[in-house]
């Protein structure tokens, strides 16, 4: 079982932790677990393909706290999306772009719904960019100012969409539509077979998006709070 601290919110009081099933033992063991880390509570992970579980915590006083649909693309049997209508270049293309990459990550994940707060260091540099295919790390310019920026990672063959935000001043403009053409297109090109997307219900724009481009939704993934046992 791995209980830490919540990655980007380690200051909250909650550790994290992932449940595909439950019972009173394995909730009294993640709840020792995160007092040893000095937190009070859990932030628990679980799917809509697993209710039981949320259904056991909700009995204990946890609530919802995100939910993210997860869907699927079946690449070459999707509608063409249609080109970007946006002007992109790529991480591969312009490396001398990383430090307002970082300063627009920073903004971004912390203006997710249910992240407010999130903080991190340069660390990100390896988790959030070098760690990235750089040919498919799509970057929205406006003259050499960065505007938005979305990514693909590759899991042991398994492709999936990484994180994608845009500038606050720069939002509702078709900039992370851009960035997904694109990215399909990347997907088509290199002959990947399906692409997964986790999209937090509140993001109604790209729930949307996704819709249209073809995305199947498969299932949820649910982070419930509330008091350690």
Do not use: C
Request: no cysteine; proline share 5%; charged share 30%.
């Amino acid at each position: 079982m791995d209980v830490k601290p919540v990655p980007g919110l380690e200051h909250l009081p909650f550790a994290e932790v992932w449940f595909h099933e439950i019972d009173e033992t394995s909730w009294h063991e993640a709840s020792r677990m995160a007092r040893e880390l000095g937190k009070t509570g859990l932030e628990t992970w679980t799917t809509t393909r697993t209710p039981e579980v949320a259904a056991f915590l909700e009995s204990r006083g946890y609530e919802e706290h995100r939910r993210y649909v997860v869907s699927e693309l079946d690449v070459a049997a999707a509608p063409d999306p249609g080109a970007p209508e946006w002007p992109l270049v790529t991480y591969a293309d312009r490396p001398d772009l990383a430090d307002q990459l970082y300063a627009l990550a920073r903004v971004g994940h912390a203006d997710q719904p249910g992240r407010a707060g999130t903080t991190f260091g340069e660390d990100w540099f390896e988790w959030g960019l070098r760690a990235r295919p750089a040919d498919s790390y799509f970057i929205a310019l406006d003259g050499d100012r960065v505007l938005g920026y979305g990514y693909l990672q590759d899991d042991d063959g398994k492709w999936s969409h990484g994180f994608t935000t845009v500038a606050r001043d720069a939002r509702g403009r078709g900039i992370a539509g851009a960035i997904k053409r694109a990215q399909i297109a990347w997907a088509r090109q290199h002959g990947i077979a399906t692409l997964k997307t986790a999209t937090e219900v509140r993001l109604a724009g790209m729930r949307d998006l996704n819709d249209r481009f073809g995305y199947r939704r498969l299932y949820d993934e649910i982070a419930l709070r509330g008091p350690a046992a």
